[in-house]
């Protein structure tokens, strides 16, 4: 993940009259060459926080997973008793 550009130092950007992904990214180069706007900072996560936070995705979604079957037997036994009784 990086963060976005400060928009204040990019207005040359948003002002041009020709707007093309490709003139924005050089103008965006251009300034970062030049130091006008600082470099994207880089977030990363370490290993112990992306295990941890796997974890805690396989657990929300064995959550999930059991309550979606909880639902489909509530459904189940309503559809037979509601079946038992129109016979």
């Known amino acids: ?3 976005p550009t400060p928009t204040q130092k990019t207005r ?3 002002s041009a009259k020709i707007k093309t ?3 924005d990214a050089y103008t965006l180069a ?3 060459r030049g130091g006008y706007i600082p470099p994207p900072k880089l977030y990363t996560l370490m290993r112990g926080e992306l295990l ?3 974890g805690e995705l396989v657990r929300y979604r064995a959550g999930l997973v059991r309550l979606r079957t909880k ?3 509530r459904v189940h036994a309503i559809l037979l008793t509601d079946a038992q009784y129109k016979d």
């Open 1 to 3: 993940m990086c963060s």
């Open 12 to 14: 040359a950007t948003a």
């Open 21 to 23: 992904d490709k003139i």
């Open 30 to 32: 251009h300034f970062l």
């Open 52 to 54: 941890e936070l796997r």
């Open 71 to 73: 639902v489909k037997n």
